[in-house]
Nanobody, 126 residues
Framework: QVQLVESGGDSVQAGGSLRLSCTAM???????MGWFRQAPGKEREAVAA????????YYADSVKRRYTISRDSTKNTVYLQMSSLEPEDTAMYYC????????????????????WGQGTQVTVSS
């Protein structure tokens, strides 16, 4: 069973930066990993995703040019570098992973991911 361990969430002021990390344990045939976020009272939404074999990246429009997703395949780890943070970025951030053969609805679709981390909180104050 794949387990995802996230870290890096914190409280920062607007304009600041944070880097989130997610390591996949007990991995097997992980092909995409992604980051999603959920603010209180809102749906969980996609932030960014990466294809683990080629580093193809995908971003939600709201974070393009501010967030960068990257990977270290040797460590089964993905990173989310967040800059120019805004109060609207405040949310619980979740790491997600899928294996080849799982139902796929696109790299930024929640339903494409079978495995989820516990979440790490990002709070941005104005």
């Amino acid at each position: 069973q794949v387990q995802l361990v996230e870290s890096g969430g914190d409280s920062v002021q607007a304009g600041g930066s944070l880097r989130l990390s997610c390591t996949a344990m007990h991995t097997s045939s992980i092909n995409y990993m992604g980051w999603f976020r959920q603010a209180p009272g809102k749906e969980r939404e996609a932030v960014a995703a990466i294809y683990m074999h080629r580093s193809d990246t995908y971003y939600a429009d709201s974070v393009k040019r501010r967030y960068t997703i990257s990977r270290d395949s040797t460590k089964n780890t993905v990173y989310l570098q967040m800059s120019s943070l805004e109060p609207e970025d405040t949310a619980m951030y979740y790491c997600a992973a899928r294996q080849a053969g799982d139902t796929f609805h696109g790299p930024l679709s929640r339903s494409s991911y079978k495995y989820w981390g516990q979440g790490t909180q990002v709070t941005v104050s104005s």
